[in-house]
């Protein structure tokens, strides 16, 4: 039913554990597969999985590096399974997110798309549908890109409709995808945390790709430029959006300055 799709780049210190959340799904069952895209790295990712992972499902595929973007479409591409479940290799997985979000499922079949909180974030928007699943529209999506990627499982007819990560994107790929699902679906989720991305670090600011300010809002912009660009938002509604993601970016900008002063590492 599911395959997993892990792009690694020098994940060394994170994979196992990464994987191994995978495998302690409640329902590891329904997971048909695990693929790592390795992305070129120069650490020891492959040679980890190697001597600590015994599971018959789960293959390693190298490729030269690409960005994440290009890992992922790769893993997408490769799938055998219905279901594409993302997953970022420094992030884990609680037990029964597999569980809760095919329960979804099955209780609401026409979900093509769901996801889920993460790091025992409380967000609560678009539309309650029944007990803790809520579904977004494009415009709650454009208020708060969420929700977080490896929380994301997609059925793959969503792909063949709309196409695979923007893979010239470095920043806000992931959501670039998600409003061009928002246009044909809505985007299910799981009001509950099921995953932990990053060890629990914030949002952005810090270590990894969302320490990037700048390539966040510029990427934010290009996104919000093609909505514009395809007749999905009009010029005025446009300019209100630029607008948010200004104040969005500025507000970022002075809470990571601020928290990088009182660091004790300083």
Excluded at 53 to 78: D, E, H, M, W, Y
Excluded at 135 to 150: A, C, D, G
Aim: some cysteine.
């Amino acid at each position: 039913m599911i395959s997993v799709v892990i792009p690694a780049y020098n994940s060394e210190k994170t994979i196992i554990e990464c994987i191994n959340g995978v495998l302690n799904q409640t329902r590891v069952d329904l997971i048909e597969e695990i693929l790592v895209i390795d992305d070129g790295s120069k650490d020891e990712t492959v040679s980890k999985i190697k001597e600590n992972i015994n599971c018959g499902f789960l293959q390693v595929i190298s490729k030269p590096n690409g960005g994440v973007s290009t890992a992922r479409n790769l893993g997408i591409l490769k799938a055998k399974a219905e279901w594409i479940a993302l997953l970022d290799s420094d992030d884990i997985w609680k037990p029964d997110k597999t569980e809760k979000q095919v329960g979804a499922i099955d209780a609401f079949p026409e979900i093509r798309f769901i996801g889920a909180n993460r790091n025992s974030e409380n967000v609560k928007m678009g539309k309650r549908v029944s007990g803790s699943i809520r579904k977004l529209s494009l415009r709650n999506i454009l208020f708060k890109n969420w929700p977080h990627t490896s929380t994301v499982m997609i059925h793959k007819s969503v792909f063949k409709k709309v196409g695979l990560f923007d893979e010239t994107m470095k920043y806000a790929e992931d959501g670039n995808l998600w409003n061009r699902i928002a246009i044909e679906y809505p985007l299910y989720y799981i009001a509950e945390s099921l995953e932990t991305a990053g060890g629990g670090k914030r949002q952005y600011g810090e270590s990894g790709l969302s320490s990037n300010l700048k390539g966040m809002y510029d990427g934010n912009i290009k996104n919000l430029r093609e909505l514009k660009e395809s007749a999905n938002i009009g010029l005025v509604e446009y300019e209100i959006w630029r607008l948010w993601f200004w104040i969005k970016h500025i507000k970022r900008k002075t809470v990571t300055r601020i928290v990088s002063r009182s660091s004790p590492d300083r």
